[in-house]
């Protein structure tokens, strides 16, 4: 362990996680999602960067910390992390020190990847590095939707995204703090919305099969088509998980609808995938009824570009020389960093501490995994740069 972390830096960051995971930061409380924004401007007063703050109905605010003088022909590296939570104050466990965990609602999903973040940024200005930012997303939790068009100005600017997401769980029972498991390859996902009407009738009185137009019919017809576009081989899944509709059992059901998810690891997948649900909404499985398709969610996938590569090998590098062993490898869910990549961006993701519990109540990190992962960051930073 470096130098960096005396134990006046551990009681700072002890405290920053006190104060950030006793506010509950739910995405829709707005409100307390700018309070965990206004904890990490404290911790940062006194630093010579601009800070950027931008405001939208309904969302808390989102923080940009960034260098003030520009060094030209040096990288341009984001730290990135979001301040919102999934889990609601009427569920949510106050900050708690139970051995070597730190305990408290959200704080694996990510205020402890954003303690990381925000201590290696103020070391790292500290020390001088150029063109380097700090990003508190306020709303990643339900995409990113509100800020989409500003964060797309700032990844165009940025070389490299740091995403402080917990790190990642390693694979054969290797220790966490022995080995980190690097998230550089993440899949898209396409969410979409089919809306089925067809007409009432008695379910008695229909006596011609043309004249029973059941939605519900039609969708359970399209759904198995929809479902067959799948494809294991390549990565590519479908999920159907909500269906809804029809009135009773006796009534032909007027409207049915569906909520299908679609995950994809290469963007070729995504416009297949597409092109064949827009063709079976626009089929008629039984005359008469209509299908209103609507692709109401989308991230692109993260694939691995030649900046990621450099990023890992850098990464690696430095762990290698902490002692840890590395690999890196694809996370399921989709995040900011599958944004950043399709702006061309070398993006590294799950460098914050090992945890557990992400959208659940009870969630910890562990103490050696935060304090090591902080004197990774900076040394990889520093890496990056040199
Ligand atoms: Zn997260």
Same mark, same amino acid.
């Given at each position: ?54 405001? &939208? ?127 550089? &390859?993440?899949?898209?996902v396409a969410r979409y919305l089919l809306d089925v009407a067809g007409e009432y009738g008695h379910s008695g009185t229909v006596d011609k099969k043309k004249d029973r137009k059941s939605a519900i019919h039609e969708l359970v017809l399209m759904l198995n088509d929809v479902m067959a576009l799948e494809d294991y081989?390549k990565?590519t899944t479908i999920n159907v998980g909500v269906v809804g509709g029809g009135v009773s059992a006796n009534t032909i059901a007027p409207s049915a609808r569906a909520q299908v998810d679609v995950r994809f690891?290469?963007?070729s997948e995504d416009e297949r995938v597409d092109k064949e649900i827009r063709k079976i909404a626009k089929k008629n499985y039984i005359n008469g009824s209509k299908t209103v398709l609507d692709r109401d969610g989308y ?30 490898? &694809? ?56």
């Open positions: 362990m470096s130098l960096l972390l005396d134990e006046s830096l551990k009681k700072d960051m002890l405290a920053f996680l006190e104060r950030t995971v006793n506010i509950n930061s739910a995405t829709k409380d707005a409100q307390s999602v700018t309070k965990v924004g206004e904890v990490v401007k404290d911790v940062l007063s006194g630093l010579d960067v601009k800070l950027t703050v931008k405001s &939208r109905k309904g969302y808390g605010k989102l923080f940009l910390f960034e260098s003030k003088q520009v060094k030209k022909g040096a990288p341009k590296t984001l730290l990135c992390g979001h301040t919102d939570i999934v889990i609601t104050k009427d569920l949510s466990r106050p900050f708690t020190i139970k051995g070597d965990r730190l305990y408290g609602t959200g704080i694996s999903d990510m205020k402890g990847g954003l303690a990381v973040a925000t201590f290696a940024y103020k070391k790292l200005v500290e020390e001088g590095i150029p063109n380097i930012g700090l990003l508190l997303v306020p709303d990643e939790e339900v995409s990113s939707v509100g800020y989409a068009s500003f964060l797309e100005t700032v990844y165009s600017r940025y070389d490299y995204g740091l995403v402080f997401e917990k790190a990642d769980k390693n694979e054969n029972g290797k220790s966490t703090t022995k080995h980190f498991h690097l998230i550089n &390859r993440r899949k898209g081989s990565g690891t290469a963007n991230r692109p996938p993260m694939e691995l570009n030649d900046k990621s590569k450099k990023l890992f090998d850098i990464a690696a590098s430095v762990a290698e020389g902490m002692g840890v062993s590395v690999s890196s490898g &694809r996370r399921s869910g989709a995040s900011d960093a599958n944004v950043m990549v399709r702006f061309g961006m070398g993006v590294l993701d799950g460098l914050g501490p090992y945890g557990e519990g992400d959208h659940d109540p009870v969630s910890y990190i562990t103490t050696a995994s935060l304090w090591q992962r902080l004197d990774f960051a900076v040394r990889f930073v520093e890496q990056i740069y040199s």
